[in-house]
């Protein structure tokens, strides 16, 4: 009779304990790296100008209040509007001739074309990039996500001015859109808003 071995003799028992705290912490570790993903591409996007996941500043309203329109000079800003998914996403107007110091207000048309309600995010940015910084916004549907029933049509304001600190080189700025659906997160049966 033969006599068998162990199924695990202690040897493989270690290598296999080892092999297993190795896979968990390159696990604790992607998760790590996939939490830190956010505030990365945020800070990479606040310094960039680029994609702004955009807060209300703050300080704009403190801002405005300090500001003088400067009427010896004029900027161009250009309104895009681009669409990620089911929307009919326009400006009112393609560009406007502003003062800077000027508060100034634009309206957004949105339409949704599905037949379910749906939830929406709109991300700025801006050309030349360095033109961010000198665009505030007091008021935006991109503060936040915008919940819209089917076939529900809206019209958002953009509030904003242009800082007098705007540099003399830029007299023309352009302010893009991109609103994209974000799934998951409309709620079942909402009825169109009124």
Known sequence: MSRREPAHPPERAASNLRLLHKLLFVAVLMFGFGWALIPIYRKICEMTGINLLTDPDPRAAERVRNTQVDVSRTVVVEFDANKQGPWRFQPSVSHLTVHPGELVRVDYDLVNLENRTLAGQAIPSYA??????????LECFCFQQQTLAAGESRRFPVVFVIDPQLPRDVA???LSYTFFEVPGAAPAGVGPRS
């Open 128 to 137: 030349p990039l360095q033109a961010a910084r000198y665009f505030n916004k």
């Open 172 to 174: 023309q700025i352009t």
